[in-house]
């Protein structure tokens, strides 16, 4: 079975554009959560979604934000783009149970410049 | 206090030794603990889970959970230079809590 799939891999934009960043869970799995990834800090929770419906949002601006498609699969948004943006998003699958383990797909590196 | 601590490290060991890393909680609620590693540039992958209190064996991983004193610890066994790596922890805060609270990553470097 192939694991959660992210793309783009890698991406630069300059600032004031606006980036989508996709992801696709585990097959079977409901639930999509969204991180951030700051080179020497632990993901940093973005979105979580379950079952189209937004179930949690971390502290992050407006500028960021998600959906959910009918087969699961993922969007991320993010409008006018910072430099402080620049990092890894990382894009982790679940059943949706609490508690329960989260798989994380390979990532989309993103440059701001 | 944050949530989730780590030392951020480096954790420096030789070759065939033990690597003990640690891992504090803020919330006596908290019922799901993970360790995932990661490799420079790459993503972060489970190495294990633990949610009962006491010792969990995975071949050359033990995860170690104390809840009356907050701690999460994974020690690794006859540590090779492949397990260099960052170790993060991650706790769900709060029993039933469905999204996990990541710390800043332990480094550990496995040297021959």
């Known amino acids: 079975d192939a694991g959660v799939t992210q793309s783009p891999t890698h991406l630069i934009k300059t600032r004031g554009q606006h980036v989508t960043l996709r992801c696709s869970p585990i097959s079977g799995h409901k639930s999509v959560s969204w991180y951030q990834q700051v080179l020497g800090q632990g993901p940093q929770f973005i979105f979580q979604y379950y079952e189209k419906e937004e179930r949690g949002r971390g502290n992050f601006p407006d500028r960021f934000s998600a959906r959910q498609f009918p087969n699961y699969s993922s969007e991320l948004n993010v409008n006018a783009l910072l430099l402080g943006d620049s990092a890894l998003y990382l894009c982790?699958?679940?059943?949706?149970?609490?508690?329960?383990?989260?798989?994380f797909g390979p990532g989309t590196r993103l440059l701001v410049l | 206090q944050k949530e989730v601590e780590q030392n951020s490290g480096p954790l420096s060991v030789p070759e065939g030794a033990i690597a003990s890393l640690n891992c504090t909680y803020s919330d006596r609620g908290s019922q799901s603990f993970f360790w995932y590693r990661q490799y420079s540039g790459k993503s972060p992958e489970l190495i294990m889970f633990?949610?009962?209190?006491g010792d969990k064996e995975d071949g050359r991983f033990t995860a170690q959970l104390n809840k009356a004193s907050q701690y999460v610890s994974l020690l690794i066994r006859d540590s090779q230079p492949s397990d260099s790596a960052t170790y993060l922890c991650?706790?769900?805060?709060?029993?039933?809590?469905?999204?996990?609270?990541f710390g800043r990553g332990t480094s550990l470097i496995v040297h021959p």
């Open positions: 982790a699958s679940s059943a949706g149970n609490p508690g329960e383990t989260q798989y």
């Open positions: 991650a706790v769900n805060i709060r029993g039933g809590s469905y999204i996990p609270t």
């Open positions: 633990i949610y009962s209190n």
